[in-house]
């Protein structure tokens, strides 16, 4: 690998050098077009415009934060779309006047993929600076302002879809060009600003899921065949540290895990779950949980037995425990006489798994809530392949529809593995994975199971991993209510002590 410019030249005076053989000439004319498809990618720290962002911190303050914003046309030699394959750097030089180096700083790599829809920031003009869901502050602005360089990758999603027909940001489309962004910047390391050993991920939803899946997959060879294709640098894909809010992932589990939970709970609308296939899918449960081998302090090995207990002692108790120590004494008498399944006593809340599920309420998804009978879930489309655009992607929703002989088609459970952390984690424990993560989920977010969360944090922590878990309590899909202790944990899981000029 050529970390500059000319370093391609050597490697094509070789190409021609060594052409005797047709093998040889084979060989040679790709490593030429290697080295000139590197050279396309080198970052050059002259070409930014600079700018100036008010960036509201947690108490509220104003901040003044000027920066160096880069645009980057396309992060991989031989792009499908670079409305989706490119990405944004910005680099904070002053905060309130005060000089920043951000030279060595760690980067927040901060993916904006929602639904696995098309992300683009191709006409982004500025650092993204839309409040997140429910008024939380900006992840990037933050960071921006705590000193920390920022880059926002754009990735191809499920929807995109050719004059031909083709869907092309299908399943691995998001995570193969989102590797392909990573490989970009520790391709361009001391040329990009910031410290590409110190890559922290984030990303809300499936998001989340995608940021949970670089974190857990850095470096697997799986991915090598999709990244040749696009021209992605010659570089690691490993992170650092990957933050996850409410990742919607482990999709081909994802079904029995939501009837593991919320079984039990009505739809909104009012409408009946069929509680034939409610009760078949939370049957399946049994033996994934017991697949995942998860073991914890003073539960032993997990099961379907003692999983609620546990989830619901180790996680949402603490979680209600945490909201209510932080009220007043009057608020919190307010929220306990309005909540009476809660038991407030030494500064504890205690409340039964069942109570909790009625004090969540109306679950938001059908069953199957993933893997649709009628391929109507943004899973299936997914799953889609060429000019299908949705797909069966579980053999139980393929059944239900086509019968009991049907087969998944060919490519999927190899797909499923490029889609899932927990594959990386489990199946085939992945050495280069992130040691350090941040996984938050609201208590009242049914977009999927609490135990999705539960399972990752518990295999990381089994794993020796060092997780920070929270579950916010009462917070719905895509909450993020601790915005500034991620960026302080940036800086304590890198090391990053910021420079001052
Ligand atoms: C998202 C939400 C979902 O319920 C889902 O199934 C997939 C993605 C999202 O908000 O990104």
Known sequence: MGLTAAGAAPALGFATQAAATPQAAAGTSQAAAKAAADSSLV??????????????????AAHSVTYRFYKVASYVANPVDTAYQSLNVSVPVSVDGTAVDATNAPILFANQVGGYMPSSVANATGIGGAMGPA????RQQLALAAGYVVVEPGARGRSLVDASGTYYGVAPAAIVDLKAAVRYLKFNKGRV???????????????????ALLGASGDSPLYDSYLAEI???DASDAIFASGDWCPITDLEHADAAYE???GANALASGAAVDATVSGELKAQYTDYIASLKLRARGYGALSVRNLDTYILETFIQPSATKYLAALSDTARATYLAANPFITWSAGQAAFTWADFLAHVGARKKNAPSFDAFD?????????????TKARHF???????????SARLDADIPAKLHLMNPMYHLVDKVNPHRAKHWWIRVGTKDSDTSLSVVANLATRLTNLG?????????DAGHGADLDPGDFITWIGKVTGYQKARK
Not at 49 to 56: A, I, L, N, R
Not at 135 to 138: M, N, P, Y
Not at 466 to 473: A, G, L, N, Q, R
């Open 260 to 262: 593991w939970n919320w």
């Open 231 to 233: 021209g992605a640098a």
């Open 465 to 473: 991993d060092d997780v920070d878990t929270s579950y916010y309590w």
């Open 43 to 60: 970052f050059d720290p002259a070409a930014y415009t600079e700018q100036t962002v008010s960036v509201t911190d947690t108490a509220g």
């Open 394 to 404: 579980t053999l139980y929703a393929l059944r239900h529809e086509a019968g009991a």
């Open 193 to 211: 600003p910031g410290d590409t050993e110190r890559i922290v991920t984030s990303g809300v939803s499936a998001g989340g899921a995608l940021s």
């Open 375 to 387: 391929l109507s879930t943004g899973e299936n489309n997914l799953y889609g392949a060429g000019a």
């Open 135 to 138: 008024g939380t502050l900006s």
